[in-house]
C-alpha cells in the first residue's frame, strides 16, 4: 500500500490518549510514536486569540517527558486562514513547538496549504516538516530521538505570557 494522503485517517493506537480538548484543538498523547498530535478541529476562531489561547492550555498538558517528542500539527480539517491577524498568531504557534519538542510536523491537506505553509516555513526559518500523508508524519516522529536545543523561549512566546 502505498503513502496515505488526503481524507486518510490516523491509526487510533491504544496508548495513544487525549490529553486536551477545547472548541478549536484536541491534543492526543502517543508514547508509543513519541509523538503529540495537536489536531485543528474544523471550527474557525472570531478571534485568531482564540486558537492562541488554545494552544497554551494544551502545551500545559505536556512536560519534560515530552520535550523529545514529535509535535504534528494535523491541520487538514482546520479551515484555511490566510489572512493577515493570523500569521503572527501562528507564527507564534509553530514556534513555540519549534522550541519546546524534538520536531514539529505540520499535517495539511491541500496542495495550496502546503505552498503557503512552505513560503512561511522559508520567510520564518523554523525547523519545521511540511507533510500531507499520515505516513510521512508518522515516519518523521519516528525518527524523533533527539532532545531539542535549550535555547530560551523567544521573548514574548506563548509559554511566557501570563495566564
Same mark, same amino acid.
Given at each position: 500500500?502505498?503513502?496515505?494522503? /488526503?481524507?486518510? @485517517?490516523? $491509526?487510533e493506537r491504544d496508548e495513544a490518549r487525549v490529553l486536551f480538548e477545547a472548541e478549536h484543538l484536541r491534543l492526543t498523547e502517543d508514547p508509543a510514536?513519541?509523538?503529540?498530535w495537536f489536531t485543528r478541529l474544523p471550527t474557525r476562531p472570531d478571534d485568531p486569540a482564540e486558537l492562541?489561547?488554545?494552544? &497554551?492550555?494544551?502545551?500545559?498538558?505536556t512536560g519534560p517527558l515530552h520535550r523529545g517528542y514529535t509535535a504534528i500539527i494535523d491541520a487538514r480539517e482546520a479551515p484555511g486562514r490566510q489572512d493577515? !491577524?493570523? @500569521? $503572527? +498568531? %501562528?507564527?507564534?504557534?509553530?514556534?513555540? =513547538?519549534? &522550541? &519546546?519538542?524534538? &520536531?514539529?510536523?505540520? =499535517? =495539511?491537506?491541500?496542495? !495550496?496549504?502546503v505552498l503557503h505553509a512552505r513560503r512561511f516555513?522559508?520567510?520564518?526559518? =523554523? $525547523? *519545521?516538516? +511540511? /507533510?500531507?500523508?499520515?505516513e510521512e508524519a508518522?515516519? *518523521?516522529?519516528?525518527g524523533a530521538r533527539e532532545r531539542?536545543?535549550?535555547?530560551? $523561549?523567544?521573548? %514574548?512566546s506563548f509559554g511566557d505570557d501570563e495566564r
Amino acid at each position: 500500500m502505498g503513502p496515505q494522503t /488526503v481524507g486518510e @485517517e490516523r $491509526p487510533e493506537r491504544d496508548e495513544a490518549r487525549v490529553l486536551f480538548e477545547a472548541e478549536h484543538l484536541r491534543l492526543t498523547e502517543d508514547p508509543a510514536l513519541r509523538a503529540l498530535w495537536f489536531t485543528r478541529l474544523p471550527t474557525r476562531p472570531d478571534d485568531p486569540a482564540e486558537l492562541l489561547q488554545d494552544y &497554551r492550555l494544551a502545551v500545559g498538558y505536556t512536560g519534560p517527558l515530552h520535550r523529545g517528542y514529535t509535535a504534528i500539527i494535523d491541520a487538514r480539517e482546520a479551515p484555511g486562514r490566510q489572512d493577515a !491577524a493570523y @500569521e $503572527p +498568531i %501562528g507564527l507564534r504557534i509553530r514556534g513555540e =513547538l519549534a &522550541r &519546546r519538542y524534538a &520536531r514539529v510536523v505540520v =499535517l =495539511l491537506q491541500s496542495v !495550496a496549504g502546503v505552498l503557503h505553509a512552505r513560503r512561511f516555513q522559508s520567510r520564518d526559518q =523554523l $525547523p *519545521i516538516e +511540511i /507533510v500531507r500523508s499520515v505516513e510521512e508524519a508518522m515516519a *518523521i516522529a519516528a525518527g524523533a530521538r533527539e532532545r531539542p536545543s535549550d535555547r530560551a $523561549p523567544a521573548e %514574548g512566546s506563548f509559554g511566557d505570557d501570563e495566564r
